[in-house]
């Protein structure tokens, strides 16, 4: 069993943008409402980095700095683990259709943006950081992947560890093979020791018990349409302050406890 403490969370989903809004949403003090997508500059992108930026990026730091807001940290000084399972369709796609046209004409910021570690890219450029940063992908997993991550590298380092889970929507035909629901980010400040203001503390265990959902059926809907936010039972838990653990799925067949204790 490896622990760990929650520092901060950050999140950026329909309906629950920003963990200060969020978080009565999540604890049953508020009602759901389903919101449309805002635009969003990146505050700690330099503004050439932001014009290159793509929504997929965006939606990374939008998260990201929700939670490095409500940690009070140095972002530059945390390692990071971001996480997705797909990263940018959107420029995928663009290229795909490039290179099926004649003359094959491929856009240098499209090239640029392709990568799967482009967020963690802007990230390290955006704040000046030179600690270590982590790219992974898991399919459905990449929630319980990149916090296995996370949870190992602040153990290891004996520092803050952000991590960052994102994903949006891709177009067609992509989508038809890979279908999510919604755009949305997830990121929280894990540590190996408490502090005054950390949000509890988590234990994480490889179990055989079955997936958790959420009861409230506006969000099991979205928990069930994006990778990142298969995190949702665990943030009700956060939000509410209460004590419990809840069952993510994990790699191939392995299921992960996450106890939780505010």
Same mark, same amino acid.
């Given at each position: 069993?490896?622990?760990?403490?929650?520092?901060?969370?950050?999140?950026?989903?329909?309906?629950?943008?920003?963990?200060?809004?969020?978080?009565?949403?999540?604890?049953?003090?508020?009602?759901?409402?389903?919101?449309?997508?805002?635009?969003?500059?990146?505050?700690?992108?330099?503004?050439?980095?932001?014009?290159?930026?793509?929504?997929?990026?965006?939606?990374?730091?939008?998260?990201?700095?929700?939670?490095?807001?409500?940690?009070?940290?140095?972002?530059?000084?945390?390692?990071?683990?971001?996480?997705? @399972?797909?990263?940018?369709?959107?420029?995928?796609?663009?290229?795909?259709?490039?290179?099926?046209?004649?003359?094959?004409?491929?856009?240098?910021?499209?090239? =640029?943006? @392709?990568? =799967?570690?482009?967020?963690?890219?802007?990230?390290?450029?955006?704040?000046?950081?030179?600690?270590?940063?982590?790219?992974?992908?898991?399919?459905?997993?990449?929630?319980?992947?990149?916090?296995?991550?996370?949870?190992?590298?602040? *153990?290891?380092?004996?520092?803050?560890?952000? #991590?960052?889970?994102?994903?949006?929507?891709?177009?067609?035909?992509?989508?038809?093979?890979?279908? #999510?629901?919604?755009?949305?980010?997830?990121?929280?400040?894990?540590?190996?020791?408490? @502090?005054?203001?950390?949000?509890?503390? #988590?234990?994480?265990?490889?179990?055989?018990?079955?997936?958790?959902?959420?009861?409230?059926?506006?969000?099991?809907?979205?928990?069930?349409?994006?990778?990142?936010?298969?995190?949702?039972?665990?943030?009700?838990?956060?939000?509410?302050?209460?004590?419990?653990?809840?069952?993510? *799925?994990?790699?191939?067949?392995?299921?992960?406890?996450?106890?939780?204790?505010?």
């Amino acid at each position: 069993m490896s622990q760990c403490f929650i520092k901060a969370v950050g999140i950026a989903a329909p309906g629950l943008v920003g963990w200060s809004a969020a978080a009565p949403v999540l604890a049953g003090q508020s009602p759901y409402v389903a919101a449309a997508e805002t635009p969003y500059a990146p505050a700690l992108l330099p503004p050439n980095e932001r014009r290159r930026a793509t929504a997929s990026v965006k939606l990374a730091f939008r998260a990201a700095e929700d939670a490095v807001a409500g940690a009070g940290a140095e972002a530059r000084e945390l390692a990071s683990v971001f996480s997705s @399972s797909d990263a940018d369709m959107t420029v995928l796609h663009r290229i795909c259709a490039a290179l099926a046209q004649t003359p094959r004409v491929i856009s240098p910021t499209d090239f =640029h943006n @392709s990568v =799967h570690n482009a967020a963690s890219g802007y990230w390290s450029i955006g704040v000046g950081s030179m600690a270590p940063t982590t790219t992974i992908s898991a399919y459905d997993a990449s929630f319980t992947a990149g916090l296995i991550e996370a949870v190992a590298l602040a *153990r290891d380092r004996v520092a803050d560890v952000l #991590l960052v889970v994102y994903d949006a929507p891709a177009p067609q035909p992509l989508a038809a093979k890979r279908p #999510l629901a919604v755009s949305a980010g997830v990121a929280m400040i894990v540590g190996p020791v408490p @502090s005054p203001s950390a949000l509890g503390s #988590l234990a994480l265990e490889f179990v055989d018990l079955p997936e958790s959902r959420c009861a409230n059926p506006a969000l099991e809907t979205l928990r069930a349409g994006n990778p990142a936010l298969r995190a949702l039972p665990l943030l009700e838990l956060i939000a509410a302050g209460r004590a419990g653990a809840v069952t993510l *799925r994990g790699t191939g067949s392995l299921f992960v406890s996450l106890r939780y204790a505010p």
